[in-house]
T-cell receptor, first 115, second 114 residues
Framework: DAGVTQSPTHLIKTRGQQVTLRCSPI?????VSWYQQVLGQGPQFIFQ???????GRGNFPDRFSARQFPNYSSELNVNALLLGDSALYLC??????????????FGSGTQLSVL | GDSVTQMEGPVTLSEEAFLTINCTYT??????LFWYVQYPGEGLQLLLK?????DKGSNKGFEATYRKETTSFHLEKGSVQVSDSAVYFC?????????????FGTGTLLAVQP
């Protein structure tokens, strides 16, 4: 079975541009979460979605938005890119996403570089 | 708010040495605790977890015990290998919320030399 897949793997943008990152969860998983990992830091929670509804939002500006589709795949959008948005963006999926007893599966991430 | 603090790296060891990476947490209630590993160029993989006090998580020779009295979850391995070289993250999920949002520490780079 395929794991969590993310596209693209690498992306280079310039300041002020907009970017869309994509994630396909493991088959049967209904919850998708997004994390930002700046070089040298631990991942920071951005969003969690379940059944197309936003379940949680981290401390990120409104330039960050996401959505989940009926097939449970998800997109993360970042508008008006800043240099500080350069990071590895990780997507994770789980079956329900309801508690810490449930395992989270991570994709390999999209490396975004903002110039 | 909830937080995780782990020892700064890098930690450099010779093969077959004993490993300890310290992790302490701050959280209300009784969080679930995790260790994740990130190999170069890859995403995160769950290494082990513990969901209640005194639980011991173990996997691939690594162990960590959930210590409520010291709010700690230190990672240990008796004999490291070169293939264990990676970044290790301690993390928690808060108790009682309808979410599995992870709060991570800053990570500890482990370099094992032959």
């Amino acid at each position: 079975d395929a794991g969590v897949t993310q596209s693209p793997t690498h992306l280079i943008k310039t300041r002020g541009q907009q970017v869309t990152l994509r994630c396909s969860p493991i088959s049967g998983h209904k919850s998708v979460s997004w994390y930002q990992q700046v070089l040298g830091q631990g991942p920071q929670f951005i969003f969690q979605y379940y059944e197309k509804e936003e379940r949680g939002r981290g401390n990120f500006p409104d330039r960050f938005s996401a959505r989940q589709f009926p097939n449970y795949s998800s997109e993360l959008n970042v508008n008006a890119l800043l240099l500080g948005d350069s990071a590895l963006y990780l997507c994770a999926s789980s079956f329900l996403g309801l508690s810490g007893n449930e395992k989270l599966f991570f994709g390999s991430g999209t490396q975004l570089s903002v110039l | 708010g909830d937080s995780v603090t782990q020892m700064e790296g890098p930690v450099t060891l010779s093969e077959e040495a004993f490993l300890t990476i310290n992790c302490t947490y701050t959280a209300t209630g009784y969080p679930s605790l995790f260790w994740y590993v990130q190999y170069p160029g890859e995403g995160l993989q769950l290494l082990l977890k513990a969901t209640k006090a005194d639980d011991k998580g173990s996997n691939k020779g690594f162990e960590a015990t959930y210590r409520k009295e010291t709010t700690s979850f230190h990672l240990e391995k008796g004999s490291v290998q070169v293939s264990d070289s990676a970044v290790y993250f301690c993390a928690l999920v808060a108790y009682g919320g309808a979410t599995n949002k992870l709060i991570f520490g800053t990570g500890t780079l482990l370099a094992v030399q032959p």
